[in-house]
């Protein structure tokens, strides 16, 4: 166990040095102000403070652990070994930096608090992260700090074993249109059929009919193959469907056509099925709470996981909103338009509320790279290169690495081709050393 001395036992600290030592170092830590204490403790120690007591491990602690609320923090990234880091506190200490306010900085999204600009979406981009601006989004810094820090305590305390923790995928298959062309209805599916005609679609014309007619399956169900898939695994996968109302942005079909509640038992009998919670839903509780209430009584147990459509992610609101409904973990934060690290780390965390300055029961996993991210890749080698750089970059810290497919990223429409075999890349890498 690690005794952590410091003047102040503030929420904040517990919270990120849990995280740290918890989650990532796999060590259990605990928290003293008294010097007596701190002293005769014979295992692991360190103190977090503005002054060392004498010659023990010690970080000088920055402030933003002890304050309340947001405050207008001068930021200075600099390169560290590999990789960057910022709050530096001088070469005195056991480490240059105070790793833990820069880990609590980027897991609790403070810069996501801060007056920002957002896309038409209403998202925060990764364009205005400061992970971006100082080239470390492809970096799962926080887990690559933990790992500086367990280095520096071996030294120190040469004769304690840490726990090790090991590399696992955690695959995301969204499925805000379950099928293409069937089970739409006779309005929908009329409207289609104008639409082909009109803009000279005369292939897809030929294709919807066929399907229509049975004569072939519909190109977006793809479940049968998934769960083959997922039969052959430990890791569930985590399957989300999209049931709100029909509307400008959400398409999917009818939850309360039979073949669609079908498909989602189904589902659930192999796989981990949560919410996609439609657009319009994100900002009305009562539609999401309907739509919680919806699922739940298809799959028969309590809703555990859900995820946004268009990630689309308001800090604070969104989590807050979760935590009342008693959601356990979330599958949003990530980036549409970038492969990386919005919270700088691949292992999950607990939503951090700032404006109350309380950690929250909600398990935030971010996911790190997105199916149509790897669509600016020609050729599928360019994407296996990058879906690989990725995955890389996780196994580095033995973290956990977390895609985002699609149902239709495994049809045969053209523009998929090749995803199967990049989706059966991300579960064969946990095999591969």
């Known amino acids: 166990m690690l005794l952590v001395y410091t003047h102040n036992i503030a929420p904040r ?19 003293t102000s008294k010097v007596e204490e701190f002293i005769s403790h014979g295992s692991l120690k360190m103190s977090y403070t503005k002054q060392p007591l004498g010659n023990e ?9 002890f304050e309340q609320g947001l405050s207008d923090i001068d930021i200075v990234v600099h390169d560290w070994e590999e990789t ?24 609790s999204r403070y810069e996501e608090y801060l007056p920002h600009v957002k896309d038409e979406f209403g998202r925060f981009m990764a364009e205005d992260s400061l992970a971006y601006k ?28 840490f726990a090790e923790r090991s590399y696992k995928v955690r695959p995301v298959i969204d499925v805000p249109m379950a099928f293409y062309f069937l089970h739409k209805g006779t309005l929908r599916t009329i409207g289609g059929t104008f639409n082909d005609i009109v803009n000279f679609k005369f292939k897809r014309l030929y294709y919807r009919y066929l399907v229509l007619f049975r004569f072939k399956k519909d190109p977006y169900d793809t479940f049968t193959w998934i769960i083959n898939r997922q039969k052959k695994l430990k890791e569930k996968f985590r399957v989300f469907f999209l049931i709100g109302n029909y509307s400008t942005f959400d398409k999917n079909i009818s939850i309360n056509r039979k073949k669609f509640v079908s498909l989602i038992k189904s589902v659930s009998d192999y796989c981990m099925v949560g919410l996609k919670a439609s657009y319009f839903a994100l900002e ?20 555990e996981i859900s995820r946004n459509s268009f990630s689309k992610l308001n800090l604070p609101h969104t989590y807050r909103t979760l935590v009342e409904l008693e959601v356990g973990a979330d599958y949003t934060m990530g980036y549409v338009n970038y492969p990386g690290f919005r919270a700088g780390t691949c292992t999950p965390f607990l939503f951090y509320d700032i404006d109350f300055e309380v950690q929250t029961p909600l398990v935030i996993t971010t996911y790190h790279i997105l199916d149509y991210v790897l669509l600016e890749h020609s050729s599928l080698l360019d994407k296996k290169e990058a879906l690989q750089k990725i995955i890389d970059a996780v196994k580095q810290v033995n973290g956990t690495f977390v895609p985002v497919f699609h149902n239709y990223s495994f049809s045969n429409v053209e523009r998929w081709h090749g995803f199967r075999e990049l989706f059966n890349q991300t579960l064969e890498s946990v095999h591969v050393e």
């Not at 491990?57 to 652990?65: A, E, G």
């Open 134 to 161: 100082h080239d470390f989004l492809d970096q799962p810094v926080v887990d690559i700090w933990a790992y500086k820090f367990k280095s520096a305590l071996q030294q120190k305390f040469e004769d304690y074993t």
């Open 13 to 31: 600290l517990k919270y990120i040095f849990k995280q740290v030592c918890i989650r990532i170092l796999n060590t259990e830590v605990e928290f």
């Open 284 to 303: 009305d509780f009562q539609q999401l709470k309907k739509e919680k209430t919806r699922l739940e009584s298809v799959i028969n147990t309590q809703l």
């Open 57 to 65: 491990f010690f970080i000088r602690s920055h402030d933003i652990l």
């Open 84 to 107: 960057k880091c910022f709050f530096h506190i001088g070469d005195k200490c056991s480490l240059p930096f105070d790793i833990f306010a820069a880990s609590f900085y980027l897991l």
